[in-house]
């Protein structure tokens, strides 16, 4: 009996990680992006998902998909990035999903909230963006982040808070962002 509550909370893991990977698989087969270039990254993440249930976990070795949000602020007019400390460029708000996270528009309102320290985001639920991009994991291991990109509002009046996540927030015009930040273009 000592290991039935071991079980039970792999059970609900097992059950919230094929839940995320449901709706990531249904949110990017409905996600209609408006350049080619994307739309070829939407079926390759798409395949991936096919070919792997694990695909939403941050242990898939081969890569795993993220996260992110632009974060905007009430008028529209700026962008919140955050200066990353392990790549050392800015970058919009996000990371990996979580075991509690249900859904990938919440994996990256969690991460803004998190990472921003503002309350009262809100969440456009269709993707923005895509991209793959390789890296080394934190462990010194070679993977790939598949990251999906959604678009968040910042409430009035909000104010950022850096977190353990972040050398530095800035808050950027739109027509300013750097090349880093690939919201609204196609991948290069």
Do not use: K, N
């Not at 909230?113 to 291991?141: K, Q, Y």
């Not at 968040?152 to 950022?160: D, T």
């Amino acid at each position: 009996m000592t290991h039935e509550p071991t079980l039970a909370a792999a059970t609900r893991a097992a059950v919230r990680t094929a839940a995320v990977h449901a709706d990531a698989r249904a949110v990017l087969a409905g996600w209609r992006p408006a350049a080619r270039e994307l739309d070829s990254v939407r079926q390759a993440l798409l395949a991936y998902l096919d070919a792997r249930p694990d695909a939403c976990a941050r242990a898939c070795v081969p890569g795993h998909l993220t996260a992110s949000a632009l974060v905007l602020d009430a008028a529209g007019e700026h962008a919140l990035l955050t200066l990353h400390p392990r790549i050392g460029t800015w970058v919009q708000l996000g990371g990996h999903i979580e075991p509690d996270d249900t859904t990938l528009a919440g994996a990256a309102l969690r991460e803004a909230t998190e990472e921003s320290g503002i309350e009262g985001l809100v969440v456009d639920p269709e993707p923005v963006h895509a991209e793959v991009h390789p890296l080394t994991c934190s462990l010194g291991v070679p993977t790939r982040h598949l990251d999906v990109r959604f678009l968040v509002r910042a409430p009035a009046g909000a104010v950022e808070t850096i977190s353990e996540e972040s050398l530095d927030l800035r808050w950027w015009p739109l027509a300013e962002l750097p090349d880093s930040v690939a919201f609204g273009r196609a991948p290069a």
